[in-house]
Every structure is written in C-alpha cells, then in structure tokens.
C-alpha cells in the first residue's frame, strides 16, 4: 500500500514500547509535553489497555498517568460493535497479538490498537519491526485490517517533536539511545 503523509488533523495510536523508550532521550521532557499536547488536542490516542502495561515502566507511568485522559481513547469509542467484530477477525487471522503475551495477559493492548486504528482510520504507531510476521505490523499488513502503522521515530518526526533523523535511526534502539 502507499500511504500519504498524514494532515495535520491526523490521529495516532501510540503502543507502550514508543512510550516507554522516550524517557531514555535527552529531550524526553520536551518530547512527553509534545505528546501530551497532541493527547489533547485528540491527535493522539491509545487503548486502556496500554496504560495497563504501561505501569511496568514505573517512571514513565508516574509521568503520564495524570493524563491518562487526554491519551485514552473513551470507553465509548473502544468499545464499540465494530471493533468488537475487528476484535473477533483479529482472534482469527492474528492470534499471534494474543499470543506474544504467553498467556500471561488475557486482555493485551495490541489486537485493541490495530482494532481502534483500522475502524477510524487512525496510524498505528509502535516499535515493532516492520517486517515481523508475529506482530502488530504483521496484523496492520492484513488484506482485512489495511491499517498505517508507522515506528516511533518516524511518528516523532511526522508531528514535528522530533526535526531530524539520522540514517542509522531507522532502527528504534538507535533512535532512542540518543540520550543515553
């Protein structure tokens, strides 16, 4: 598929693994204030589920979790019937997004944001690896789903919080070890 490069009007679902890394940057701050914004602005969203996972990462929930309203997308708009039926296909066609949790989590994060995304046609935004045949771009990459799913680095500079992208941060880890 080709994508466009979203207006500015664009709404992103964020996965815990773009959220979790930031902090390891020199500009986290200004980065999470950027992100708060757009969750304000309803540029930016995510599942219930991922500020679920995101308590794992102590220092960056006790950031964000004062805003977990601006970020979590309404209950109402979760769960609906159509993402419910985008639930069920998901269950069928990417059993995988259930599995990765190795059973540990019977209500993981991932098949509810590729669900959100692809009934609103919001970007997924996650660190996978693009060509993972067991993960969510795997699942976007669906012919039944057909949902953008962009990595982190790549979101950070599609809404301006970051300007610049060196070649070797095409991969995540180098992207957000800058800091380090």
Known sequence: MNWRVPDNDHTYVIDVD??????????SKEIYAGLVDLAGKGRLVTVRQTFDELKKFGTVFDLLKGERNKFQIPAERQFTEQISRIIDRLG??????YEAT????????DPWIVAVATAYGYTVVTNERPRSTMRIPAACRLPSIGCRCI??????????????????HIDPASFFAEGE
């Open 92 to 97: 069928s066609e990417a059993p995988y997004l």
């Open 18 to 27: 773009v959220l979790a890394r930031i902090h390891t940057r020199k500009d």
């Open 102 to 109: 190795g059973g540990k989590n019977p209500d993981p994060a």
């Open 151 to 168: 990595r982190g680095p790549h979101f950070l500079h599609e809404v301006g919080l970051v300007k610049e992208i060196k070649p070797e």
